[in-house]
Structure formats: structure tokens, C-alpha cells
T-cell receptor
């Protein structure tokens, strides 16, 4: 089974800190995604990556950046954390077009609190 | 792009069947319908997917209307562990590499003992 591992389950950071959220997948998937989830708003796409060193903005990229130096690892960076970035962050990977089933596999999430 | 509507919440008794509906009236003819669920404090997980005919797996069944404008996820005997948010996801966006899932609010299923 594909596994997507997020480095921290819970994180508390101070306003203005630079925050790194790490995500690793073990099935050689090209595509990886970062979402945030807030009550009543569902999952919102922040950034995604088609392959190493590639990145695309999602629906809410402001205040975030990403890094994909290795295929298995996709990092989300909060350059200067703010309280409105308190949220649940979910990483996912996906098999690419051309295979029979292109579903997503999600990590368990990182609950980030910015104080 | 297809738009989906699901009830915000549903309730079921343990050991009884549950039918979770989804309307996707603008779905195109070649788009698969995916269902995911999210257990408390977890990321979403795959449940089932289908194109035209009904599908079964160990978790659930998927009944797809003949005109494909709606589908129903069927849990044959709900357990307390099935309490989750269920997302119906026909493709709303495609990018150059595959289906770009859009997760709406889903249906929150409560299972009563």
C-alpha cells in the first residue's frame, strides 16, 4: 500500500516564525499536493507538484511556498507564520494520467497552531 | 466541469444499511465518480470509484444512475467506525497530468449505537 507520511501530527509555532511541513511518500508517485482544511470550508488546494523541482499554485497559495528536491519529498513552507494559518494541513500523492486508477493517497495531517 | 451536491449530514443506526446520495448532473460521459471518506483526525481515504455500472468492494457498493447524473454510496451494515465525512468526487478539474480532485463539504455520517 502507498504510504504518505507527514512528519508532525501536531505543531505549535509563534507568529512570524518560518515553518516547514514535511511530507514523504514511498510509492514513486510523480504528483504531490498540499491542502489545508478548515471547518466549513472543506479541503483547499495550496500547491501541487508534478515532478521533482516542479510546482504549481493551487487555489490559496498566498503566504506559502513549496520545495520538491526529491521525488518522494514535498515540503510546505510558511515564510512568516500568521494566526490565520492555523489549520489542518494535508499532504497527498497521486498516480499520474495513463494508469487505470488515478486516485489520491493522503497523509494523516498536521494540525498547526500559530500563536 | 461537474458540480456535486450532497446532504450536509445523515444519521444511521448501527448494523443498518446506509445510502449516501450524490448529485452530479453535469458530469461528462468519460469521468469516473470517486468516493472518499475522512475519519476523525485522519486524512481522506479512498472508498470506491466507478464509471457506469454498479461497483462493489469490501468497504462499500456504488450504485450509479443510468443517466450518470447521480450516484449512491451504500454501506451495507454501518458500524461505529463508519462515522466519517463522505466525499463524492466526480472530476471538477483536470490538469495535464490527471484528475484534480475538489473536495466539497461532503456528508457527515453519524452512526448511533
Amino acid at each position: 500500500d502507498v504510504k504518505v507520511t507527514q512528519s508532525s501530527r501536531y505543531l505549535v509555532k509563534r507568529t512570524g516564525e518560518k515553518v516547514f511541513l514535511e511530507c514523504v511518500q514511498d510509492m514513486d508517485h510523480e504528483n504531490m499536493f498540499w491542502y489545508r482544511q478548515d471547518p466549513g470550508l472543506g479541503l483547499r488546494l495550496i500547491y501541487f507538484s508534478y515532478d521533482v523541482k516542479m510546482k504549481e499554485k493551487g487555489d490559496i497559495p498566498e503566504g506559502y511556498s513549496v520545495s520538491r528536491e526529491k521525488k518522494e519529498r514535498f515540503s510546505l513552507i510558511l515564510e512568516s507564520a500568521s494566526t490565520n494559518q492555523t489549520s489542518m494541513y494535508l499532504c497527498a500523492s497521486r498516480v499520474t494520467l495513463g494508469t487505470a486508477f488515478y486516485g489520491y493517497t493522503f497523509g494523516s495531517g498536521t494540525r498547526l497552531t500559530v500563536v | 466541469d461537474a458540480k456535486t451536491t450532497q446532504p450536509n449530514s445523515m444519521e444511521s443506526n448501527e448494523e443498518e444499511p446506509v445510502h449516501l446520495p450524490c448529485n452530479h448532473s453535469t458530469i461528462s460521459g468519460t469521468d469516473y465518480i470517486h468516493w472518499y471518506r475522512q475519519l476523525p483526525s485522519q486524512g481522506p481515504e479512498y472508498v470506491i470509484h466507478g464509471l457506469t455500472s454498479n461497483v462493489n468492494n469490501r468497504m462499500a457498493s456504488l450504485a450509479i444512475a443510468e443517466d450518470r447524473k447521480s450516484s449512491t454510496l451504500i454501506l451495507h451494515r454501518a458500524t461505529l467506525r463508519d462515522a466519517a465525512v463522505y466525499y463524492c468526487i466526480p472530476p471538477e478539474r483536470w490538469d495535464n497530468y490527471g484528475q484534480n480532485f475538489v473536495f466539497g463539504p461532503g456528508t457527515r455520517l453519524s452512526v448511533l449505537p
